[in-house]
């Protein structure tokens, strides 16, 4: 199966599947949000806003290669302060994975969506076949409903595409800039439902032709 992320003109996100466009996970959860976002930058000012996404993705995307060296057993060169801090408050969470894939492509054709699971692994500690997502964030918070459907999504494809496999558990692990760091699990059954309806909103809010 050959699956290529790409992007529309206008920045959007999507997924090629053997030719197939399907709306990226993450773009359609975070759809809703636009609103806020766009209050939030004017507020900010357009030019700080800027600055501040680009430095949190910068911070996710270290943070992310630590861990990922980490779960790998690989040596990871990578020194920068806040990463490797951020890394060191989720260490012990990780500790408990026991990891099948790291940065793995997924795809849904009865949901028409694809994204890049940040984790699939067995829980040591529960012996559940898990959905893992590593987020960082500015201040310690409650994981949003954002983050849990987006894991859902990546429960459902990972089932649809491994039959036999049936994911038991969700886990976020947030690391945040004030020093804490929280992992936190739930089933993925209450999340279905709103997960597809978010999928048709997002479709009919786009008003783009999807091959079928």
Not at 5 to 12: A, E, P, R, V
Not at 173 to 198: F, M, N, Q
Request: charge should be neutral; proline fraction near 2%; hydrophobic fraction near 35%.
């Amino acid at each position: 199966m050959n699956i290529i992320q790409k992007h529309t003109d206008d920045g959007l996100r999507y997924y090629d599947v053997d030719g197939k466009h399907y709306a990226s996970v993450t773009e359609v959860v975070n759809h809703k949000g636009s609103v806020g976002l766009q209050i939030w930058r004017d507020k900010l000012g357009h030019d700080v806003a800027d600055y501040e996404m680009k430095r949190c993705a910068k911070r996710g995307s270290d943070t992310h290669k630590l861990i990922e060296d980490y779960l790998l057993g690989e040596k990871s060169k990578d020194k920068q302060v806040l990463p490797t801090g951020l890394f060191a408050l989720m260490k012990p969470h990780l500790d408990r994975l026991s990891v099948i894939v790291l940065e793995s492509k997924l795809y849904s054709h009865k949901l028409r969506i694809a994204g890049t699971v940040d984790c699939i692994a067995l829980d040591k500690e529960t012996g559940k076949l898990t959905v893992v997502d590593f987020k960082t964030s500015n201040k310690k918070g409650k994981v949003r409903t954002e983050h849990w459907l987006q894991t859902t999504a990546y429960a459902l494809m990972w089932m649809e595409m491994h039959p036999t496999d049936n994911v038991e558990q969700l886990i976020i692990i947030k690391a945040s800039e004030d020093g804490y760091c929280v992992s936190t699990s739930s089933d993925y059954l209450p999340y279905v439902s709103t997960l597809k309806t978010y999928i048709d909103d997002y479709y009919k809010m786009m008003e783009v032709q999807y091959d079928n």
